[in-house]
């Protein structure tokens, strides 16, 4: 039986286009592909969403303007980004927080440890998982249909016009029904490709090594983003938007899992050291702005190393002010004795560390502003937080790419449409990793991809409910 709208996706676009299509009317079928244990896709281990206020809120100090945000989005992103629908998604974010809060998403103040953020970022008390369990009860509140286990590998268009979905319902024998799911509209919200190995090694290629770097890659959210939507709208002609390298991608503990080590894998201690690589050398400026602002190019970063592995190098004076991280680092009462256990060339690593103190110029040291601690003389330079590494225990902590979300997406406007030759499709829509690549062509800044994902989410499932509208099939 035909539905009013069709949402592909679990995460939080997907449940925030369903829960505004089922408040107006809509009779709302929703299919995720992973199983219920699994649900919500990489929100589940988000933490935040960025917003924009003008003076301070229940969990949010002073104010962050909108103009201020588009600075810094535009800073992370070097231009490459959409200012219309940039801004868009930056206005919504002043108002989609008592909707949120309808919908059971509870609030809290920033987190102790999460550097810089208590006047940008409201965070989910509960994190992530509790939001996502929120809207997921709220959906069943409302009446939308859940399928668990459902992937969409095909869409029957009419030239522009979504017309159904095709459905591999994986069941419990290990079984596969196939089904054929009409509706008057459809908001495609399936997430990038991150978790496809063999799409990543295609992207990435091979480099000066003769290395594929994406063989390296760790994966920090769900394991269900294939890409195969994603894909499959690309090869029937879907405009795209996007470089398939450009990602969240930020550095990891090297252990962490190869999915779903979410948020306490990463490692927070950079801007207060150093990171040397394989060859024991430095390689950027650790101390280029504050972290959230920073932590998420720190993967490329790596990634364009050799091996695709680093190590993030912080004395005595650096513990307690960082989050920790879920495994301890490497620990060493010298410098010497902390390059033998990496297994780095000491001579190397000492002359590095060495010529990185000697050119510290130390001024007023504090991690809560862009202080005058600087480096001269040495490259690359270190701009801000540049303290000598010289106080034992030394500590150092093996990092790796982990890929959040990838940025390569369908193109849109402002009313979430698909894009076919530069033509809106009329009742196909687009939200959160889908198209996210709009507004992020490189870069990241804390919890923005939450505020693509909320803002288009909504504006999707508005327009879904329009397109049914249009069709006579909803109130």
């Known amino acids: 039986m035909a539905v009013d709208v069709l949402v592909i996706g679990g995460g939080n676009a997907a449940l925030c286009a369903a829960l505004m299509a089922s408040e107006a009317g809509c009779q709302v079928r929703l299919l995720e592909a992973a199983p219920r244990e699994w649900r919500g896709g990489n929100s589940s281990h988000t933490r935040n969403l960025r917003c924009m206020h003008d003076a301070p809120q229940d969990v949010l100090v002073d104010a962050y303007t909108e103009e201020e945000f588009w600075q810094d989005l535009l800073k992370v992103t070097g231009g490459r980004t959409d200012e219309s629908l940039a801004r868009l998604v930056i206005r919504h974010s002043a108002t989609c927080r008592p909707w949120m809060e309808r919908h059971g998403v509870r609030f809290q103040p920033s987190l102790s440890g999460a550097l810089h953020t208590a006047r940008t970022n409201a965070f989910f008390m509960g994190g992530g998982k509790a939001l996502v369990n929120a809207y997921y009860r709220s959906a069943g509140r409302l009446g939308v249909q859940i399928d668990y286990n459902a992937e969409v590998d095909a869409l029957e268009m009419d030239g522009r016009r979504f017309v159904a979905a095709w459905v591999n319902h994986k069941q419990a024998d290990g079984q596969v029904r196939r089904e054929r799911v009409e509706a008057a509209s459809c908001v495609l919200a399936a997430g990038g490709f991150e978790s496809n190995r063999a ?28 890409g195969t939507l994603l894909r499959f709208m690309r090869d029937q002609g879907a405009d795209m938007i996007g470089d398939p390298t450009q990602a969240h991608m930020v550095a990891i503990d090297a252990r962490a899992p190869l999915y779903d080590g979410g948020i306490c894998t990463r490692i927070d201690c950079v801007s207060l050291g150093v990171v040397v690589n394989r060859e024991a050398r430095r390689f950027y400026d650790e101390g280029e702005d504050f972290w959230p602002k920073r932590y998420a190019i720190w993967g490329r970063l790596v990634a364009q190393q050799p091996g695709q592995v680093a190590w993030s190098v912080i004395d005595a004076k650096a513990v307690g002010r960082f989050m920790p991280p879920v495994f301890e680092g490497t620990q060493a009462q010298t410098l010497p004795e902390l390059a033998h256990k990496l297994g780095l060339d000491e001579a190397v690593f000492m002359r590095t560390l060495m010529d990185y103190n000697a050119a510290c110029r130390v001024g007023r040291f504090d991690h809560t502003v862009l202080d005058d601690c600087h480096t001269e003389g040495v490259l690359p330079a270190k701009t801000h937080w540049a303290r000598p590494i010289d106080t034992a225990p030394f500590f150092a902590y093996a990092v790796r790419p982990g890929v959040t979300f990838t940025y390569l997406g369908l193109k849109t406007d402002a009313s979430a449409a698909v894009h076919f030759g530069g033509c809106a499709s009329p009742n196909l829509f687009v939200a959160g990793e889908m198209m996210a690549g709009n507004v992020l062509g490189q870069g990241y800044t804390a919890g923005v991809g939450m505020t693509i994902g909320t803002a288009f989410g909504r504006i999707a499932g508005t327009s879904a409910t329009l397109a049914a509208r249009r069709q006579g099939l909803v109130a």
């Open 199 to 226: 799409w990543l090694r295609e992207a990435w290629g091979q480099n000066e090594q003769g290395d594929y770097p994406a063989d390296q890659f760790l994966i920090r959210g769900t394991r269900f983003n294939q």
